[in-house]
């Protein structure tokens, strides 16, 4: 079993997600790379290994019971426990305007940034209870801030889904 830090983080073949797998790989953890896509995420982590860190690719797919089961199987396997969960794994919505927007435009957006982060922290708490120090780490964006997207002077910058309530006003 690893005496340094474990940690897991989901969506993390680019962006913030493989940033944030760099720099604790270079605190010396022992990191899993998490993706859905096994092709991009495979590359992120032969790079970073290149780079002489510690990663490790684990396929896993928030959506997907099997996937995250199989996942939390790996690092098990691999490591014994996880003392870090990263739960970064997220999409953007459509940009429809309220009025077209229906049920099946945000289906997956719920899917990957609400249902998945509950599924991905219940299948690791097993890896997560053996560890010292277990910490849990839920990213989000300014599209998960009711402060963003209430705030008219950015609505501007925000899709117009996040300003249902502001423009629901301007309906009646």
Same mark, same amino acid.
């Given at each position: 079993?690893?005496?340094?830090?474990?940690?897991?983080?989901?969506?993390?073949?680019?962006?913030?997600?493989?940033?944030?797998?760099?720099?604790? !790989?270079?605190?010396?953890?022992?990191?899993?790379?998490? !993706?859905?896509?096994?092709?991009?995420?495979?590359?992120?982590?032969?790079?970073?290994?290149?780079?002489?860190?510690?990663?490790?690719?684990?396929?896993?797919?928030?959506?997907?019971?099997?996937?995250?089961?199989?996942?939390?199987?790996?690092?098990?396997?691999?490591?014994?426990?996880?003392?870090?969960?990263?739960?970064?794994?997220?999409?953007?919505?459509?940009?429809?305007?309220?009025?077209?927007?229906?049920?099946?435009?945000?289906?997956?957006?719920?899917?990957?940034?609400?249902?998945?982060?509950?599924?991905?922290?219940?299948?690791?708490?097993?890896?997560?209870?053996?560890?010292?120090?277990?910490?849990?780490?839920?990213?989000?964006?300014?599209?998960?801030?009711?402060?963003?997207?209430?705030?008219?002077?950015?609505?501007?910058?925000?899709?117009?889904?996040?300003?249902?309530?502001?423009?629901?006003?301007?309906?009646?």
């Amino acid at each position: 079993m690893a005496s340094t830090t474990t940690a897991l983080v989901t969506g993390a073949n680019k962006g913030l997600g493989r940033e944030t797998v760099r720099r604790l !790989a270079g605190l010396g953890w022992q990191v899993f790379l998490a !993706a859905r896509d096994t092709t991009r995420g495979m590359a992120a982590a032969a790079e970073l290994v290149g780079d002489g860190l510690s990663v490790e690719f684990v396929p896993l797919d928030v959506t997907s019971d099997e996937s995250v089961t199989a996942a939390a199987g790996t690092v098990k396997a691999r490591a014994g426990r996880l003392d870090v969960l990263v739960n970064n794994a997220g999409i953007g919505g459509t940009n429809s305007a309220p009025a077209d927007t229906l049920v099946f435009d945000l289906r997956e957006v719920f899917e990957v940034n609400v249902f998945g982060p509950v599924r991905v922290t219940h299948a690791f708490l097993p890896l997560l209870r053996a560890s010292e120090h277990p910490r849990i780490v839920m990213v989000s964006s300014g599209m998960g801030s009711v402060a963003t997207i209430t705030d008219p002077s950015l609505s501007g910058l925000v899709p117009p889904l996040s300003l249902i309530r502001r423009r629901n006003r301007h309906l009646t």
